[in-house]
């Protein structure tokens, strides 16, 4: 956990250096350009920058909190969450909530809406905080690690809502994603690169490619069909390199064909090794795609088990269709 603040840290020393070396030898020499001047006081500006967000993430890392986790967790759960609770006022949105994720597996999270799927994945990914509870990622402890944290250490997601940049083209959206793997001091500071031929954009073309998109990296984002931007967040959310991908309602507003072939990148994301967990309504897509099911109604899990069974529970029935229709189905039976 600690060796992306540590090389922040070098890097940033390394820039200060360097820069207050070169800028103490342009006072030095007579008739130094002002440009080299400059050259030097910005080198070494950015490096206790740099050195400063390093310190920053040593110490995040190193917080106790993030230390020991209160729970066993499943050697074989990528993700586990063990009695979250987390409320807004006095409104309590998740209770009690604990289910592991299958290293390997893909996982589908349901319920009606307003059950807390999506507050949920915000409690795993960082953006609240837990009022209870913890959550293991690959058997670590992520319940306080922040969320920039939390996809360098192999969490990545998507939203109910597209959160592309729109004014960006496909391939600099993709590359987006990058950031989290830029810890290099040239990666620092030229992410994005001045040439086509650079590793960055490649890899960026390659993901986009794999998930047969090979034909929009030149094209603004808002210019494309809906369920293309879609397959984009995923690549951009892939190109992060993550152990396990959340996705919240990957299939919303998709078309049939749409529906299709995002099942089928997410069929080969996969194959490759990755765990899913995603957030759906369509539970054609749930039975096609997924392993396994679990259920939240109110903020409580009322049921694990595999799509063939969801559809047997009573509590699941319930939740979705009301105590009065399954009075009414009891009464036509």
């Not at 090389?7 to 440009?35: C, D, H, K, M, P």
């Not at 390093?54 to 009695?83: C, E, I, K, N, W």
């Not at 073309?205 to 879609?230: H, M, N, S, W």
């Not at 749409?258 to 309504?281: C, F, K, N, Y």
Request: hydrophobic share 45%; with cysteine; charged share 20%.
């Amino acid at each position: 956990m600690h060796r992306p603040g540590l090389q922040f840290v070098a890097n940033g020393l390394l820039l200060v250096v360097l820069g207050s070396s070169a800028l103490g030898v342009t006072f030095l020499e007579e008739g130094a350009a002002i440009g080299w001047r400059v050259a030097a006081f910005a080198t070494t500006a950015s490096g206790a920058v740099i050195l400063c967000i390093g310190l920053y993430v040593m110490q995040r890392a190193s917080d106790p909190a993030t230390a020991a986790l209160p729970f066993a967790p499943d050697p074989d759960a990528m993700l586990a969450v063990h009695h979250l609770d987390k409320s807004f006022g006095g409104l309590k949105v998740i209770d009690n909530v604990s289910f592991s994720v299958k290293r390997g597996s893909r996982t589908a999270l349901i319920g009606p809406n307003g059950a807390g799927k999506t507050t949920l994945f915000n409690l795993m990914t960082g953006v609240y905080p837990v009022d209870k509870g913890a959550i293991a990622l690959d058997g670590a402890n992520i319940t306080a690690v922040p969320a920039m944290d939390r996809v360098t250490q192999g969490m990545s997601r998507s939203f109910q809502n597209i959160r592309l940049m729109p004014h960006l083209s496909t391939i600099e959206n993709v590359m987006l994603g990058q950031h989290a793997r830029a810890r290099r001091i040239g990666a620092q500071l030229f992410p994005i690169g001045l040439t086509r031929g650079n590793r960055w954009v490649a890899e960026a073309e390659a993901a986009l490619d794999v998930a047969g998109l090979e034909t929009y990296p030149g094209q603004v984002v808002a210019d494309l069909p809906y369920g293309i931007q879609k397959r984009i967040e995923v690549v951009r959310a892939l190109i992060s390199e993550p152990k396990v991908l959340l996705l919240d309602e990957p299939a919303a507003g998709l078309n049939i064909r749409e529906t299709s072939e995002l099942q089928a990148l997410l069929r080969s994301v996969s194959d490759r090794g990755i765990t899913l967990l995603v957030v759906e309504h369509d539970m054609h897509f749930v039975r096609t795609l997924c392993e396994y099911v679990v259920v939240l109604n109110f903020g409580c899990k009322i049921f694990e088990g595999t799509p063939e069974e969801v559809h047997q529970d009573r509590q699941v029935l319930t939740a979705y269709l009301g105590d009065q229709a399954m009075g009414s189905t009891r009464g036509a039976a």
